[in-house]
T-cell receptor
Framework: DTEVTQTPKHLVMGMTNKKSLKCEQHMGHRAMYWYKQKAKKPPELMFVYSYEKLSINESVPSRFSPECPNSSLLNLHLHALQPEDSALYLC??????????????FGPGTRLTVL | TQLLEQSPQFLSIQEGENLTVYCNSSSVFSSLQWYRQEPGEGPVLLVTVVTGGEVKKLKRLTFQFGDARKDSSLHITAAQPGDTGLYLCPGGGADGLTFGKGTHLIIQP
């Protein structure tokens, strides 16, 4: 099983809403990632979790709050977002963070629209 | 910070033609992945190259890693509309993946 799943596929929310994005993998990977991708741009790294601990936060605003409940699950909690936060949010996983092989497997993404 | 440049940024060609896209960096990568991403979907891993000079083939796609592990190329033979997408070649290192801007490829029927 080389699949990373993400829910929901699409999300529309107002600026005062609180919502969560979910990501799951059952490959036994110990590193999980959140990326943000705007149209026609490459993915931008937001957060990295390694062995369920936050290891990298790329200066992401606090209205984005990641959570790793266990080694298979990764959440991204959203609160008080701005319209410019509308984007495709991608989750990825790899065997370990920073390993020389470092293959990351991506989920299908959540298309987020903030009104 | 490792910088990675991809070229061309945009390429539109007719079905059946051959093409090559490139990844270049001034830094050495321990590995390099090639991904294809279709609009609204996540990137799909095509191949990983690790050894300098390595060549890997995936049907009509040929991937090469430079001898110094600073660059890579992807050659597509007889391109088909299904090859359309954003091609990404992030390089791997201790800090994770470094993404370039990608190559937007359109294969017209």
């Amino acid at each position: 099983d080389t699949e990373v799943t993400q829910t929901p596929k699409h999300l529309v929310m107002g600026m005062t809403n609180k919502k969560s994005l979910k990501c799951e993998q059952h490959m036994g990977h110990r590193a999980m990632y959140w990326y943000k991708q705007k149209a026609k741009k490459p993915p931008e790294l937001m957060f990295v979790y390694s062995y369920e601990k936050l290891s990298i936060n790329e200066s992401v605003p606090s209205r984005f709050s990641p959570e790793c409940p266990n080694s298979s699950l990764l959440n991204l909690h959203l609160h008080a977002l701005q319209p410019e936060d509308s984007a495709l949010y991608l989750c990825a996983s790899s065997q370990e963070e920073g390993s020389s092989y470092n293959e990351q497997f991506f989920g299908p993404g959540t298309r987020l629209t903030v009104l | 910070t490792q910088l990675l440049e991809q070229s061309p940024q945009f390429l539109s060609i007719q079905e059946g033609e051959n093409l090559t896209v490139y990844c270049n960096s001034s830094s050495v990568f321990s590995s390099l992945q090639w991904y294809r991403q279709e609009p609204g979907e996540g990137p799909v891993l095509l191949v990983t190259v690790v050894t300098g000079g390595e060549v890997k083939k995936l049907k009509r796609l040929t991937f090469q890693f430079g001898d110094a592990r600073k660059d890579s190329s992807l050659h597509i033979t007889a391109a088909q509309p299904g090859d359309t997408g954003l091609y990404l070649c992030p390089g791997g290192g201790a800090d994770g993946l470094t993404f370039g801007k990608g190559t937007h490829l359109i294969i017209q029927p």
